[in-house]
């Protein structure tokens, strides 16, 4: 089975900390993503990593980087957290494959973030 | 850049009843298909995808889901939803032929599912 870990369940910080989020991928997947998901908006794609080293921007990276130094991690990083970065991350990864195994992304337990 | 639409916000059935979940998308080229679902406090996990093929898909728990492709729709059906259904589904699409975003899933806003007893 793919397991998707992060780094937290909870946590909560204050405005204009540096805050680290981490993703551990344990099956040697080639991209990884982080979302974030609010009600009512659905998941919106941050940044994602098709490999060590590589990223691509999502539909919202504004007050987001990201940091993927070896292959099975992936880090979200807020470089001052705002109330308004306050929110569900969802880190995911997927295989680069051709086929019906391709794709498909596996998701970790999310890392609820207050910001206060 | 592709978009998907889920129609309902928040639907509410009784047990044994029919459900459609709608989505649609918007992407004139090659796409896969998946409906993932986020059980209360678990994560997101794949319910089904379409990926070719047969145009009717059948997932994990009853669920399938049929590719219309003249419409752009992908919904999900169950003839019978249990209580333990209640959860949030969404919709995602991946454009195939996009490039360096090909791997990249564009998600709707969800639809919660409520069953009652």
């Known amino acids: 089975d793919v397991k998707v870990t992060q780094s937290s369940r909870y946590l909560v910080k204050r405005t204009g900390e540096k805050v680290f989020l981490e993703c551990v991928q344990d099956m040697d997947h080639e991209n990884m993503f982080w979302y974030r998901q609010d009600p009512g908006l659905g998941l919106r794609l941050i940044y994602f990593s098709y490999d060590v080293k590589m990223k691509e921007k999502g539909d919202i990276p504004e007050g987001y980087s990201v940091s993927r130094e070896k292959k099975e991690r992936f880090s979200l990083i807020l470089e001052s957290a705002s109330t308004n970065q306050t929110s569900m991350y969802l880190c995911?990864?997927?295989?680069?494959?051709?086929?019906?195994?391709?794709?498909?992304?596996?998701f970790g337990p999310g890392t609820r973030l207050t910001v206060t | 850049a592709q978009s998907v639409s889920q129609h309902n916000h928040h639907v509410i059935l009784s047990e044994a009843a029919s459900l459609e979940l709608g989505c649609n998308y918007s992407?004139?080229?090659?796409?896969?298909l998946f409906w993932y679902v986020q059980y209360p406090g678990q994560h997101l996990q794949l319910l089904l995808k379409?990926?070719?093929?047969?145009?009717l898909v059948k997932g994990i728990k009853g669920f399938e889901a049929e590719f219309i492709k003249s419409k752009f729709s992908f919904n999900l059906r169950k003839p019978s939803v249990q209580w333990s259904d209640t959860a949030e589904y969404f919709c995602a699409v991946n454009a195939r032929d996009s490039g360096a975003g090909s791997y990249q899933l564009t998600f709707g806003k969800g639809t919660k599912l409520s069953v009652i007893p």
């Open positions: 995911a990864s997927s295989l680069t494959l051709s086929g019906p195994s391709s794709y498909e992304q596996y």
């Open positions: 992407y004139g080229g090659t796409v896969n």
């Open positions: 379409y990926f070719s093929g047969d145009p």
